[in-house]
T-cell receptor, first 112, second 109 residues
Framework: NAGVTQTPKFQVLKTGQSMTLQCAQD?????MYWYRQDPGMGLRLIYY???????DKGEVPNGYNVSRLNKREFSLRLESAAPSQTSVYFC???????????FGNGTRLTVT | RKEVEQDPGPFNVPEGATVAFNCTYS??????FFWYRQDCRKEPKLLMS???SGNEDGRFTAQLNRASQYISLLIRDSKLSDSATYLC??????????FGGGTRLMVKP
């Protein structure tokens, strides 16, 4: 089992460009999440999907959109990247909300 | 007050030492508690869940103090490989898991 797979691993964007971060899990988990991690800020929740067909804002949703494409896949889109979105992005999944999270390897995004 | 707070450290300890970290949380209704370990430039990995009665996994012991609203992690007989950042995670009022900022542990030979 691959667990949680994120692509790409690294990305450099110019301000104003758009991109989609892909995430897929093969553990049949119901809930999926996108976090960002910045030095000194810890992990902060961007968006989550408690179950297939639902998405909700987390702590820092501005500048992002998400799609829960099916039970396996949860994508994060940056429509117009800004330098403040330079961060490490982690996708995670869990059986249910408030169950332990399983993380992907992360995407290191730099916006210049 | 932050929802979940941790001393960022670093805690510098010699091999074989016992070290303990605390994590305070603000929501008295929180029900789910976890400790995660994160190595440099890697993803967080679940270390252990924290149960009301306290629980132990080898050299690691986790405890919950609801009255004072904190969880703790005790590591006995520290190994060099225990060097990492330890993250506490608590569910908040919105039923979302919230991470503390992490406590960095460095175990020295």
């Amino acid at each position: 089992n691959a667990g949680v797979t994120q692509t790409p691993k690294f990305q450099v964007l110019k301000t104003g460009q758009s991109m989609t971060l892909q995430c897929a899990q093969d553990m049949n988990h119901n809930s999926m999440y996108w976090y960002r991690q910045d030095p000194g800020m810890g992990l902060r929740l961007i968006y989550y999907s408690a179950s297939e067909g639902t998405t909700d804002k987390g702590e820092v949703p501005n500048g992002y959109n998400v799609s829960r494409l099916n039970k396996r896949e949860f994508s994060l889109r940056l429509e117009s990247a800004a330098p403040s979105q330079t961060s490490v992005y982690f996708c995670a999944s869990s059986v249910l909300q408030n169950s332990p999270l399983h993380f992907g390897n992360g995407t290191r995004l730099t916006v210049t | 007050r932050k929802e979940v707070e941790q001393d960022p450290g670093p805690f510098n300890v010699p091999e074989g030492a016992t070290v303990a970290f605390n994590c305070t949380y603000s929501n008295s209704a929180s029900q789910s508690f976890f400790w995660y370990r994160q190595d440099c430039r890697k993803e967080p990995k679940l270390l252990m869940s924290v149960y009301s009665s306290g629980n132990e996994d080898g050299r690691f012991t986790a405890q919950l103090n609801r009255a004072s609203q904190y969880i703790s992690l005790l590591i006995r007989d520290s190994k060099l490989s225990d060097s990492a950042t330890y993250l506490c995670v608590v569910n908040n009022a919105g039923n979302m898991l919230t991470f503390g900022g992490g406590t960095r542990l460095m175990v020295k030979p």
